[in-house]
DNA sequence: ATCTCCGGGTGACAAGTGTCACCCAAGGGC
DNA sequence: GCCCTTGGGTGACACTTGTCACCCGGAGAT
């Protein structure tokens, strides 16, 4: 009997996943979370055998309970669940170690397969992934991330300045460099296009 | 036995749904489609009793799709279901005049029975939407709304007035506007407060 | 010990932004 | 006929943005 948790914040969509996998033979759902802190507390209680781990939740992201289940060295395999196939989350999931990346778009009946195949040890990542996101990578440095993170919340110049201790030259420099790596012409088009890749 | 269709690009969440309804007896999930137009097309041909209706599809928003389907005095029922409980939807949804209003976040078994009530003629709504929403209305004007969305996309002053056959000093009269109308301090912060409320 | 790279900074310029006061024409209401 | 609202426009001002050329000091490589 293979022992599962969900982690998803829809809760329709979780209680119709728990339902539908319980109701095969060989699967047992153990527990759900809402969102990513329940989540870890949740798989060190009942040390299930895997988790379907869905990314944007609140209080945690399913990235994040992945590096930390990764730090642990917990023994739950952990298969991501997403609407997005943006690169930059798959990078950082494949970092975490996780066994299998799925998309929402998948057709229903292959969950139950998938989490089977992840149990006898073989990956399983939706094939979009690969084509699509596959190296085309973070061109972003860590710096220039986090002014840009800010700007996306509508910082002016002077207050990202005030907020990184920099400059407000210096910020206009990473800004227009940030501009020329996504080789677009404002600071809304480079966070639009940031957020769509998961680059944040 | 009530005749259903599903209208909802994640095909994990539709195949998911259709398959817990299908278990009920008087329930029967007869088409299923992954866009706004086709599901315009599905309800067109089949005449389900009720559809449930996702807002945010490829192609044609179920929004529109519930529009359309009140102009054409169709006798199928709509029930949206969201993940977003933004005012501007359920406004814009009560106006269409649709039977229910569900969010994603609902737990699985009520969706049945919903669906049974809404047969009988009752309207189903998550309570959040009355509270948190009703009577947060759109301050936007329709021209407020094109200069918006436009400048949402990183569009310059000058971009949107060519674009609306308008002049450079008007457009930023209208985004001046906007900006003491919804309170904030730049064009990024507008563009994302609107959105997360669905003025658009 | 020198070289080069890198994070950070400066100053100047052109263009874009937000604000404000004020203008004009077309309707509507009375 | 008059008043008021509404959509659109103008011009000026102060500030913010984006770009560019160039500077500085510390760390690594050789």
């Not at 379907?52 to 399913?62: Q, V």
């Not at 993170?149 to 002077?158: E, F, P, Y």
């Not at 790596?181 to 480079?190: G, H, M, P």
Request: glycine share 8%; proline share 4%.
């Amino acid at each position: 009997m293979i022992r599962i948790c969900i982690a998803e914040d829809q809760r329709l969509l979780r209680g119709a996943m728990a339902s539908l996998l319980d109701l095969e033979d060989d699967l047992e759902v153990v527990g759900e979370a809402g969102d990513g802190a329940e989540a870890l507390a949740l798989i060190d209680r009942l040390q299930p055998d895997v988790c379907l781990m869905d990314i944007e939740m609140p209080r945690k992201s399913g990235l994040e309970v992945a590096e930390q289940l990764k730090e642990r060295r917990a023994a739950c395999k952990v298969i991501i669940l997403t609407t997005f196939s943006r690169p930059g989350y798959f990078e950082r999931a494949v970092k975490a170690g996780v066994q299998g990346y799925l998309l929402k778009d998948e057709p229903v009946d292959k969950l139950a397969e998938a989490i089977r195949r992840v149990m006898n040890g073989r990956r399983e990542v939706s094939p979009e992934l690969i084509f699509g996101s596959l190296q085309e990578e973070n061109p972003l440095t860590p710096r220039e991330r986090d002014v840009l993170k800010l700007a996306g919340d509508g910082q002016t110049a002077n207050e990202i300045a005030a907020s990184l201790h920099l400059s407000h030259g210096t910020v206009r420099n990473y800004i227009s460099e940030i501009l020329n790596k996504l080789e677009v012409k404002s600071r809304i088009e480079a966070v639009r296009l940031a957020e769509d890749k998961g680059w944040l």
